[in-house]
């Protein structure tokens, strides 16, 4: 396997696309060279087969959608109470539109997860780190709520997050708006 | 186009378990051929095209998922408090595994929706009437809390369905549970 890890990265960019526009069935190792402009039979070189590139995207997918550390350290200004959590929801939503292919291609993974046992492992493992690493930065970040506060927001914002991309006229801008609102007032306790 | 109801609906079901097990862009009318058993060029005389065959799967999905009237009414049966609403959230994530392919084929269609116009407009006013079906059934049978409670359960129960039917080790039996009863806990008052 060649191990250009810039190529690399750009080869997984390109499947994550892919993934995102065709939907799981149409990443195939030619689709991607495709994508990255690329000659033909670079992909092949770099991943040993289907289910180790569909595996890296989502590492890939995740490392893009993880915040990285100035965004991080900027969300703990100010305030540590339910009005911030808030704003925090809403700055998540407001991703959306810029991680609209990570998110998409993410649903796409998870669709061929119920066809690959391996894929499955996979994700599952990153899932669970994500939700730990949700779960260990709001109670040390010292934001009111617990653990139980944490993965009701999860569910709840991962599916406004599905309606919004996919169906995006279900509910208006300013539905969503209120649901987050509705949604942090009720899950997360006053202080 | 062909007329008979009961064939219709045989092909439609083939379409939602081929959308399930090969994804959306592994719907081609072949395939629905041969996942019904019927001789090749059937599917072709029922469906203008594809467009056609994925819009009424849409509605095929909703006619299996929502409740028939037997069920309905027994969901009226006991008390009509938020222990109450606890039980029938229990039953809908117990439903998921007879409904599962339903489920997974609906998902692919939210999923190709972004690619395709005509079936986001159809799935979106299929989406807005059954989540006003579910805020009118909600108020009408006198369950405690509003339109924004009936919301909030949407998303939170949506996005665990989700779970549980891709990456199901993300989360035990017994987390999926205690899930359910907190998220109920905080979106519905008391009584």
Not at 101 to 117: F, K, Q, V
Request: charged share 25%; glycine share 8%.
């Amino acid at each position: 396997m060649r191990q250009n890890p810039a190529r690399r990265g750009a080869l997984l960019d390109a499947a994550i696309d892919v993934l995102a526009r065709e939907g799981a069935r149409g990443l195939t190792f030619r689709a991607v060279d495709g994508q990255a402009g690329v000659p033909g039979g670079t992909t092949s070189n770099y991943f040993a087969n289907r289910d180790d590139l569909l595996t890296q995207a989502g590492a890939r997918i995740y490392e893009h959608l993880t915040p990285d550390a100035a965004t991080m350290a900027r969300s703990l200004d100010g305030s540590r109470d339910r009005k911030r959590v808030a704003e925090l929801m809403h700055e998540l939503v407001a991703r959306i539109g810029t991680h609209r292919t990570g998110y998409l291609a993410l649903l796409e993974l998870r669709l061929e997860a119920t066809r690959r046992p391996g894929l499955r492992v996979v994700l599952t493992q990153q899932i669970k780190a994500d939700i730990d690493a949700n779960i260990t930065y709001h109670m040390e970040s010292g934001l009111p709520g617990d653990a139980t506060t944490v993965l009701l927001l999860y569910l709840a914002m991962n599916w406004l997050i599905v309606e919004q991309l996919t169906l995006p006229d279900v509910f208006t801008e300013a539905q969503l708006h209120d649901l987050v609102e509705r949604a942090v007032e009720h899950l997360v306790p006053p202080n």
